[in-house]
Structure formats: C-alpha cells, structure tokens
C-alpha cells in the first residue's frame, strides 16, 4: 500500500510504417495511499496505456511515476510491487482456477495452509468456489475473470490494478461484487486504480474518477465533484445520465442583476451578481448547462411542452421543448418520483440555482457553478 504519483505523463506509440500515435498526454495525477481510483473514459482515450504504464507493460515516454516515494520508470513489473488484473484474464491454462489463483502466494513461498484459508476466502468473495478445481477454458468468460479478479486481489502488493474488471459480468452479480470489492479493498486499506468506460461501476467502486478524454485528464475528482462542479464543457457533457442539458446562450446586463439568454430568448434565466476573474460579461457568449435533475417540473415560471415521459421504475426522465419547429430548445428533465405529464402538454418548470452552470464559449472550462441558494455567483 502506498501513495502513486504520475507527474507530465506521456506515452507514443511508434508503430513502424505508420504515424505516431499519442495515446497519453502530460498526465499528472496523485493517488493518496488507501485510495481507489477508476480512470474512466470513452474506448482509444488513453486508459489502459496508462496502468500499463504504471504496471511496467510500457516504457513512459515522456515524465515519471513513482509509488510510495520510489520512482517507477526503469524498474521491471516483477520489481514495482504492483498487482494487475488485466482484462483479457490471462490465466494459465495448465492450471486449475485454485492454482492459478495461489500462484503468486505460493511463488512467494506462503505458508500451504495461509494459501488455502486465502483462496477460500477471496473465492467466496467472487462467488468462484464452484470452479476452483477446473481449468480456466472450461469455464465461462465470467467466471475467468472473477478468478483473474481473485488472483490480484489476494496478492499482498502496495498497488492493484484492475483493468476493466466487470465488463464480463451480468448485472445483477455486478452490482453485489463491486460492493464487495470495495468493501476488501476499503477493509485492508489497499491502494487500488480501475480502468472502466461504465460511470455506475466507477461511482460505485472509486473515491475519486479521473475522466480522460483523447489522451488528456479532463477532469479528476470525487463523484459528487464531478457532477456538482464539472472543470469543462467535455466533463459536464460526459457525466451523468442522462448528462447536463448544454446549449449556447449568452450573457446580457439585466436592471440588477445579469441574466442568461439561450435560443433566441426561448429561455431566458437570471443570474446572480458575478464577480471575480473567470466571471462572464455583458455580451460574453458561454455554453449554458442544465442539470437535468435540478429542472424542477411542475412549478416556476418557465413553460415548455412535454414531448416524451418515460418511466423508469424509481425516476421519470421527461422530454421537453420549448418553442416550436426548428428552432426548438430540447431539454431533458428528471424526476425521483413518478410524474403525470402527457406529450404535448404544456407544463410549468423552473431551473433550481444550483442546477445552473457557465462554461466558457471558446475554451470551454467552466465560469460558474449555480449555489443552492442562488444567493452568490460561485465563480469556478
Ligand atoms: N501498441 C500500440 N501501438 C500503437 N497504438 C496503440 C497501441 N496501444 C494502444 N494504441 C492506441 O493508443 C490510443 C489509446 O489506447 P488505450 O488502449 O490506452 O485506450 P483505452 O482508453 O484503454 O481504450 P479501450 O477502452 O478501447 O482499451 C488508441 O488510439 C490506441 O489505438
């Protein structure tokens, strides 16, 4: 266990005959001792290069790692005291899931009946028990991958990696094993980093997300952060589902206080007094976002029409537009509970303060993130 610092980060590929590729761009990142951390990011954003990275499967390029102090880069995987459960499971075909769980351990010469009591343990765990005695081709893809789960997370290491380590797993038994998961990781106070594209699975598991995207760290943070004070345009359109309502509007000077302006008027919300250095200006043009569970439906001075209303069993996401035709504002609202609202009916709504977010039109990070008040700007 102990802390892993990325500091400027970079990997290239050069592939021969072809066009370098960069796959990780300048990535800086602290992960504290005892802490989970999902990278989370949509396919080809650089993720898995990374914990190969920090696992010793790729030379760094560019910039160091280094974990409890002691710097990564020149070292061999079998020297940096990591333990990886890589995606495609590779367990040892030759060997029972039992053995290829203990293999480790027993290479470290643990005592047999140390071995026996942790195997049994981590394959209760993993609900595995029933396929310790076979070999891995035998089973089924998500048995493979509990027990390359199971192989990790019983070797004593100061990090564990696990790169996408639910993808083969049905959802019920997702949802218990990543309770589980966190519960012995959090329990042995091990220092843990995920790769995962699922946002549920990265809320569920991690203290703090790093959002990647194209190579770079949009944003890094804890779930709450995340959604309540996105750093940019990209994080608040990634986050959430569905994610924040975004649509160009403008800034304008109101007798008082500022409003907000989208969509040729259709929607027009005040602002509090802004101030500070990122605040937006008269005529500044931003990029407006909404958080769709803070749209309040039923209530306020807004109206809009109802074009869709699904329900999903604990929440209601409705559809709803204002304006007619083309020029249409389409926004997307939910509701904990159920809602009555028909399509095509015209229903009352209002932007609760905190829902409202400013980011910036050119650059896209973020200007302003609404309070719950609604009393002060809360510049980012
Ligand atoms: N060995 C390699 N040689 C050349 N390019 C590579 C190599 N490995 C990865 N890449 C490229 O680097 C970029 C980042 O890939 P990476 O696998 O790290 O992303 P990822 O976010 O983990 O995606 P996925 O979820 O699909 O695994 C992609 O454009 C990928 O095609």
Not at 58 to 69: F, N, P, Q, R
Not at 341 to 347: F, I
Request: glycine letters at 8%.
């Amino acid at each position: 266990m102990a802390d892993l610092t990325l500091d400027s980060v970079t990997k290239i590929y050069r592939p021969r005959g072809r066009e370098p590729v960069r796959a990780v761009s300048g990535l800086d990142m602290a992960i504290a001792d005892g802490e989970i951390v999902a990278l989370l990011g949509s396919s080809g954003c650089g993720k898995t290069s990374t914990l190969r990275m920090v696992a010793g499967f790729e030379t760094v390029s560019e910039g160091s790692i280094s974990l409890g102090g002691r710097r990564l880069n020149a070292l061999r995987p079998a020297q940096r005291n990591v333990a990886m459960a890589f995606e495609g499971y590779s367990l040892y075909p030759p060997l029972t899931v039992r053995d290829n769980v203990a293999f480790a351990l027993l290479r470290e010469r643990a005592p047999r009946a140390e071995v026996a009591s942790k195997v049994a343990e981590v394959a209760e765990l993993l609900e595995i028990e029933g396929s310790l005695d076979r070999y891995p081709a035998t089973i089924s893809s998500g048995h493979q991958q509990r027990a390359s789960l199971a192989r990790a997370l019983i070797r004593p290491a100061a990090l564990h990696l696990l790169d996408e380590p639910m993808s083969q797993l049905e959802p019920q038994v997702r949802a218990v094993l990543r309770a589980r998961i966190k519960e012995w990781l959090k329990d042995r106070g091990m220092t843990a980093v995920l790769v995962t594209h699922d946002q549920t699975d990265a809320i569920a598991l991690a203290d703090r997300i790093a959002v990647m995207e194209a190579s770079r760290l949009m944003q890094f943070g804890t779930p709450a952060e995340l959604r309540e004070r996105p750093a940019n345009l990209f994080v608040a359109g990634f986050v959430g589902e569905p994610p924040m309502n975004l649509v160009e509007a403008e800034v304008v000077a109101g007798d008082g206080r500022p409003r907000v302006v989208a969509a040729d008027g259709l929607l027009t919300l005040e602002l509090p007094a802004l101030n500070g250095p990122l605040a937006p200006r008269p005529g500044q043009r931003v990029w407006l976002g909404l958080s769709p569970r803070h749209l309040a439906v039923g209530r306020g001075p807004q109206r809009a029409r109802v074009v869709a209303n699904q329900w999903l069993g604990d929440q209601t996401h409705l559809a709803l537009e204002l304006g007619d035709g083309a020029a249409a504002l389409p926004l997307i609202a939910v509701a904990a509970g159920m809602l009555e609202a028909e399509p095509g009916e015209s229903v009352a709504f209002e932007v609760e303060p905190r829902g409202l977010h400013l980011f910036d039109h050119e650059d896209d990070t973020a200007l302003y993130h609404g309070s719950p008040d609604g009393t002060t700007g809360e510049p980012a």
